[in-house]
T-cell receptor, first 112, second 114 residues
Framework: AQTIHQWPVAEIKAVGSPLSLGCTIK??????LYWYWQATGGTLQQLFY??????VESVVQLNLSASRPKDDQFILSTEKLLLSHSGFYLC???????????FGPGTRLTVL | QQKVQQSPESLSVPEGGMASLNCTSS?????YFWWYRQHSGEGPKALM?????GDKKEGRFTAHLNKASLHVSLHIRDSQPSDSALYFC??????????????FGKGTLLTVTP
């Protein structure tokens, strides 16, 4: 069975500090991977997607970057956090593009 | 402008009742629709997809798509308190292959009261 793990579960960071969030998918080879951002109680905004190791496409610019260093790992990062980065970050995977996306449990980020 | 619009923003139904959620796309390129459900503090989970005109039924859930008007609805019969959640409509330009972008609506908050 496939499992998706996100770390950390929650993070409180200062404005201007760096950030790194991680996501690991086990039990599925070469999945498509996605990062989403969700404001509290708000809609889901797709940020990045990746179809293979080392290849990441940006969907929207929010002063964030993403990388896929391994087949089963997706990293979201920034060197300088803004207040507007606060929210819920979700990683997801799909078998193929256009198919059902399976979401992880998310990371709650608070920027003060 | 929000390309995927949902209504109502919130909805309260009694246990055992019918909940009806609506979604409309303003982008004619969006032809493929999904319904996702998110319980508080968790990641969303797909309920069902609908790509063809008409109805699609899965258990207590029925989705209806009208491609001409780009309107999709979700009906939940015999609603249960466990159905209380945020429901998202999501749309994409095509259903398979190289499509990776999914656009979500703002969601409908459903509360089922015992």
């Amino acid at each position: 069975a496939q499992t998706i793990h996100q770390w950390p579960v929650a993070e409180i960071k200062a404005v201007g500090s760096p950030l790194s969030l991680g996501c690991t998918i086990k039990g599925k080879s070469s999945p498509n991977l996605y990062w989403y951002w969700q404001a509290t109680g708000g809609t889901l905004q797709q940020l990045f997607y990746s179809i293979t190791v080392g290849q990441v496409e940006s969907v929207v610019q929010l002063n964030l970057s993403a990388s896929r260093p391994k087949d089963d790992q997706f990293i979201l990062s920034t060197e300088k956090l803004l207040l507007s980065h606060s929210g819920f970050y979700l990683c997801a995977w799909s078998l193929l593009g256009g198919y059902e996306q399976y979401f992880g449990p998310g990371t709650r980020l608070t920027v003060l | 402008q929000q390309k995927v619009q949902q209504s109502p923003e919130s909805l309260s139904v009694p246990e055992g009742g019918m909940a009806s959620l609506n979604c409309t796309s303003s982008d004619r390129n969006f032809q493929y629709f999904w319904w996702y459900r998110q319980h508080s503090g968790e990641g969303p989970k797909a309920l069902m997809s609908i790509f063809s005109d008409g109805d699609k039924k899965e258990g207590r859930f029925t989705a209806h798509l009208n491609k001409a008007s780009l309107h999709v609805s979700l009906h939940i019969r015999d609603s249960q308190p466990s159905d209380s959640a945020l429901y998202f409509c999501a749309a994409s330009e095509h259903s398979g292959g190289s499509n990776y972008k999914l656009t979500f609506g703002k969601g409908t908050l459903l509360t089922v009261t015992p």
